[in-house]
């Protein structure tokens, strides 16, 4: 899109990026790539470490001596504004603390460094407002949002610049406005944390309160999915037989309907014996194992990856499908299902061990009723949170609005 410059408050004026700087470069990585980063030395930073006003230092990596010299060009300097400008993370910006310098920047991170009469957290903040994300992202991008920032492109931001002491004024008072914000947003997001743990204490503390227990196997079959034939592939074009992707479960026990993809009748015949029906639970046992939900009535008789398994009861007098996907939310079933150890490999959970897993069991009345009490619960704090999301988005909309007042000189 062609950037609309606005008119600006006295003594306020309009540059390019290029001509508020002294220098716009990114680095590069050393050779043998992450096997070569040191324990410690000199910092180097990349794209996890820049975000919006924050630099995380989590996975920072470091090299030596003769690593840092091979990149001199980009040197980080104290006050230096550094920007993302390739991935997921593209345009997120922020200026890194003098205790992590000396530092170098790699291939994905721009260094821009603003000259005497720009003060370093004024551009900062200016680069992290919304408006002037999308001016680098989508500016004669097609309509298309941008996946990599050249070094012309940075230069060419248009920039709206006051004198230096009424940057450091702005940039004073969005300091304090923006930290608040942050620290409120940072406090509902803990609420929402504490009614998750609620919910997932809950949920553990009524299945732990049963003690008769039976493996999954005698209640239910654990069936596998299957792969495609070889040298078949998936299509976007719609058919009488959806492929069920470990890609397509959620978080919420649910399925993502919109990235469905199908596969042929001819195929199709090849593999149905590996469908899914609307009364069984599906979980994935590779990629993101563990993740359960219910088939959606859609995608009754839809054929199912082999990353994935189905758990059909086989006495519905017994054993409640909605009480058996609860238990699956549980850490008692994670820990039985080895999903809890996060420091041993697990590639794939095997369905040998799936059906042996136990289940705490009581009367079928007593699992409707556990469901219900569960639900209940559930609904409570799913509005809660949905509030308190509510309240989030309200702040983040206060944060954008703020710093767009900031840069129109109405702060």
Aim: hydrophobic share 40%; aromatic share 6%; with cysteine.
């Amino acid at each position: 899109m062609e950037q609309v410059l606005y008119p600006l408050p006295n003594g306020w004026q309009w540059y390019k990026l290029k001509n508020l700087t002294t220098k716009i470069g990114s680095g590069a990585t050393p050779k043998g790539g992450e096997k070569s980063y040191k324990p410690s030395g000199i910092s180097l930073i990349r794209s996890l470490n820049v975000h919006d006003c924050f630099f995380k230092e989590e996975n920072l990596a470091f090299i030596d001596d003769k690593q840092a010299n091979s990149l001199k060009n980009v040197v980080v300097e104290s006050g230096d504004v550094l920007l993302n400008i390739t991935g997921a993370s593209i345009a997120r910006c922020c200026i890194v603390p003098d205790e992590f310098l000396p530092a170098r920047v790699n291939q994905h991170v721009t260094i821009i460094r603003p000259t005497e009469n720009v003060d370093s957290k004024f551009l900062n903040y200016l680069l992290v407002d919304p408006k002037f994300k999308a001016q680098l992202l989508w500016q004669g991008a097609g309509g298309a949002t941008r996946q990599a920032l050249t070094k012309k492109m940075v230069e060419e931001l248009d920039i709206p610049l006051p004198n230096l002491p009424e940057q450091k004024r702005i940039a004073g008072k969005l300091d304090a406005l923006l930290t608040r914000i942050a620290t409120a947003i940072e406090h509902l997001q803990e609420s929402v944390t504490l009614n998750d743990s609620l919910l997932q204490s809950a949920l553990d503390g009524h299945f732990a309160a049963i003690s008769e227990r039976m493996k999954i196997e005698s209640l239910a079959e654990v069936k596998g999915g299957k792969r495609l034939p070889k040298g078949e592939k998936l299509s976007d074009e719609v058919t009488d037989h959806p492929y069920i992707r470990v890609a397509d479960f959620t978080e919420k026990g649910t399925i993502d309907l919109s990235g469905i993809k199908y596969i042929s009748k001819e195929i199709h015949s090849q593999i149905k014996r590996y469908v899914i029906s609307k009364h069984d639970l599906y979980i994935s046992i590779a990629g993101t194992i563990g993740k359960t939900g219910f088939v959606p009535s859609e995608l009754d008789g839809a054929n199912l990856t082999e990353n994935a398994a189905k758990l059909v009861i086989k006495d519905k007098q017994r054993l409640d499908l909605s009480y058996l996907y609860l238990f699956t939310l549980t850490s008692d079933f994670s820990a039985q299902a080895g999903l809890a150890t996060k420091t041993v490999a697990q590639p794939k959970l095997a369905l040998t061990r799936l059906g042996k897993i136990e289940i705490p069991m009581c009367s079928l009345k007593e699992q409707k009723s556990l469901v219900t009490t569960i639900e209940t619960l559930k609904n409570k704090i799913h509005d809660a949170e949905e509030a308190l999301l509510g309240k989030i988005e309200d702040l983040k909309s206060l944060n954008a609005s703020i710093l767009d007042s900031a840069f129109k000189g109405e702060l």
